[in-house]
């Protein structure tokens, strides 16, 4: 059974970074379409970015330029690099993937990833 385990979270001032990782224990990323969503208080959850099994990237227009998501399939790892942080990246952070994936998938929405992460919160001071 794999497990996605999310860490990286903290506290940091408006225009800090900010790193998350994402490791699936127990298998690993090799075939899977990965994503990074937020989820702010009393709302659904947003696709942030994501990394499909041909290497594509998508990323949501208000972090295009500052967030970077990247796939280390050695250490069974996917990154979230948050540079530029805003109050409004303020959100718990959940790493999903969708394992098996069609080939160069990109999907928006929750129902289409079958994994998921516990979370993992960023919270930035103005």
């Known amino acids: 059974q794999v497990r996605l385990v999310e860490s990286g979270g903290g506290s940091v001032q408006a225009g800090g970074s900010l790193r998350l990782s994402c490791v699936a224990s127990?298998?690993?990323?090799?075939?899977?379409?990965v994503a990074w969503f937020r989820q702010f208080p009393e709302k659904g959850r947003e696709r942030v970015a994501s990394?499909?099994?041909?290497?594509?990237?998508y990323y949501a227009d208000s972090v295009k330029g500052r967030f970077t998501i990247s796939q280390d399939n050695a250490k069974n790892t996917v990154y979230l690099q948050m540079n530029s942080l805003k109050p409004e990246d303020t959100a718990m952070y959940y790493c999903?993937?969708?394992?098996?994936?069609?080939?160069?998938?990109?999907?928006?929405?929750?129902?289409?990833?079958?994994?998921w992460g516990q979370g993992t919160q960023v919270t930035v001071s103005s």
């Open positions: 127990g298998g690993s990323f090799k075939g899977a379409c």
């Open positions: 990394i499909s099994n041909d290497g594509s990237t």
């Open positions: 999903a993937a969708d394992a098996p994936c069609a080939y160069g998938g990109s999907w928006a929405r929750q129902y289409e990833y079958n994994y």
